[in-house]
């Protein structure tokens, strides 16, 4: 008779006992699975929001409440940090069970077809989990080591990961209720409750510490403790606003001299300079500046209305594409919507905390509107179209 390959390599893996540890109980992966879940949960219901707000339409895409992004962003990242410790203790935990044979040996087909499906979800699970975790830590400190474009594929993971959790949830539900209420005997281990408590409570005192100690990049009477934060925006920065990129990065350093603002609506067409700018009506407004790897901070800002902007060329209720000196990046043009162009609180701005924008936070002018992430604040402004 013929053997499966995946028999014989069946008959070479050690039982579970053989390699398991004190702290390798299904008890452990489940408490443990209890705060990941949600957490992972979390990260992708704020992910969404984060992706919606990168949209140029979308039901949640609203100029209010004007701390909406800095908030949802600031749970994402502080969360995602907090799966970090969870997440490999879980694979920790975990692994010796991954090894257990099929329940009833390895000769019935559908045994042997259950078991595979089983293996292929966690193998999965784990690698979404691991991709999502890594991704996004690398992205809070800008280490772009990988070769692929994060936002696309970020996003598209987490639904796999997703996926991939609700179905594990749904086929171990029982398994899980049972592992949380009592500890189970034999090969679990019973007789070690400490151990598995205290493991337990030093994993979720690690991801505790880990979103304490870089939480004050968001949460400003936190920001003395942000000792793992990348960006500490209370602390010493240009004009008291940290900037992820300056204008040598961008190379726009050589065309801020002569710059001009050229704006193109449905009657006319108008350039104005910075000082035609400054001259006009200047309208002051306190809004954050909220970035996706999880820093914030408010600062004032002075400039013209964009609604006042795009009247001077006959431009009413439309939306406007915000197109920036710098070139080649993937928001060197934007689209600001209509609901946001009308709101009284979106300015091409000049002047930040009372003095003239630095060319690294957006000189000669920049885009500032509420509820708006970082990234989308035009800086370098070179063009407003109206659509």
């Known amino acids: 008779m013929i053997k499966w390959p995946l028999q014989t390599v069946l008959r070479r893996i050690p039982e579970p006992g053989n390699v398991a540890g ?5 008890a452990v992966v489940a408490r443990i699975g209890v ?21 140029t339409s979308g039901i949640l895409l609203r100029p209010w409440p004007v701390w909406g992004y800095r908030l949802s962003q600031g749970i994402h990242v502080a969360t995602g940090i907090a799966c970090l410790p969870l997440l490999l203790a879980k694979i920790f935990a975990a692994y010796p069970r991954i090894l257990t044979r099929p329940e009833g040996g390895s000769g019935k087909r559908t045994t042997m077809v259950r078991f595979a499906a089983d293996r292929l979800l966690v193998g999965v699970l784990t690698a979404a989990g691991i991709v999502q975790v890594a991704t996004g830590i690398f992205n809070v400190f800008q ?15 987490a639904w ?39 493991f337990v409570g030093g994993v979720l005192g690690v991801s505790g510490g880990l979103v304490l100690f ?16 990348p960006r500490r925006p209370r602390a010493v920065n240009l ?4 900037a992820n990129r300056t204008a040598a990065q961008a190379g726009v350093t050589d065309r801020l001299a002569d710059w001009s603002l050229t704006i193109t609506g449905p009657i006319r067409r108008r350039e104005l300079d910075r000082g035609t700018l400054a001259a006009m009506p200047q309208t002051t407004v306190r809004l954050p500046i909220a970035c996706v ?6 600062a004032e800002w002075s400039g ?27 928001y060197a043009q934007t689209i600001l919507p209509a609901d946001f162009v009308e709101d009284d609180r979106s300015i091409l701005a000049l002047t930040i905390n009372g003095e003239a924008l630095h060319p690294d936070h957006g000189f000669p002018a920049r885009v500032i509107a509420p509820n708006r992430l970082g990234a989308l604040q035009t800086k370098w402004v070179e063009r407003l179209e109206v659509l």
Not at 143 to 157: G, K, L, M
């Open 293 to 298: 790897e999880g820093w914030s901070i408010g």
């Open 160 to 198: 796999i990961a997703m996926g991939a959790i609700l179905i594990h949830v749904a086929t171990k539900l029982p398994t899980i209720a049972r592992a949380v209420r009592r500890p189970r005997a034999g090969r679990e281990r019973a007789d070690r409750p400490t151990s598995r408590r205290g």
């Open 22 to 26: 004190d702290v390798q109980t299904t």
């Open 304 to 330: 013209v209305r964009i609604r006042e902007l795009i009247e001077l060329v006959g431009g009413g209720d439309q939306g406007v594409r915000v197109v920036s000196l710098e070139r080649g990046s993937r």
């Open 214 to 229: 870089s939480v004050g990049q968001t949460i400003g009477p936190l920001d003395r403790l942000a000792f793992l934060a």
């Open 239 to 242: 004009q008291g606003v940290p």
């Open 35 to 55: 705060f990941l879940g949600p957490a992972f949960g979390i990260c992708f219901l704020t992910g969404l929001i984060s992706h919606n707000a990168q949209a």
């Open 143 to 157: 280490w772009y080591i990988f070769r692929f474009d994060f936002v696309p594929v970020h996003y598209a993971v």
